[in-house]
């Protein structure tokens, strides 16, 4: 028996138990059309089904038994710190600057952290500029911040 995998599965099955009971408060609704606490009773039902395999695997000793060091061993640091920058950056300059130029800046630094052409970081930034704005702009009639594009 694994006893922390059991005490964490224990702790996080109490969380969706309790997010789920609050779900089912604000109405869950049906698939058309969902409730205000449609999408959390989901997530919320997933996690705990997860949590129970996770207590069922720390009762039957098929833990995985990794230590809290080793998700960590040979992280690329820098890509990491690059990734968590350019994504505030990204929030704090989208209304300035506008949708279209911060998405494609943040999707071409992904990219380019992947480690492939930059051809290909740039054609993958623009194709997905360009269906994300399709979809959300004229599918879900989002509206973004135009910026300094001012169309």
Do not use: E
């Not at 089912?24 to 949590?51: C, E, K, Q, T, Y």
């Not at 720390?58 to 640091?77: A, E, H, V, Y």
């Amino acid at each position: 028996m694994n006893r922390r995998d059991a005490a964490s599965g224990l702790f996080w099955l109490g969380i969706s138990i309790f997010a789920g009971t609050k779900a089912i408060d604000l109405g869950i609704g049906r698939f058309s059309p969902p409730g205000p606490g449609f999408v959390l009773f989901w997530a919320s039902l997933l996690f705990g089904v997860l949590s129970i395999v996770l207590l069922i695997r720390s009762f039957t000793g098929k833990s995985g038994g990794t230590l809290l060091s080793d998700p960590f061993r040979g992280l690329k640091w820098g890509r990491a710190l690059t990734v968590v920058v350019a994504i505030f950056v990204y929030t704090a300059f989208l209304n300035q600057v506008g949708f279209l130029l911060m998405t494609f800046g943040l999707v071409a630094i992904l990219f380019a952290l992947g480690r492939v052409n930059r051809w290909v970081s740039i054609s993958g930034a623009i194709v997905t500029v360009i269906l994300a704005y399709v979809v959300f702009h004229f599918g879900l009639q989002v509206q973004f911040p135009r910026g300094i594009l001012a169309w």
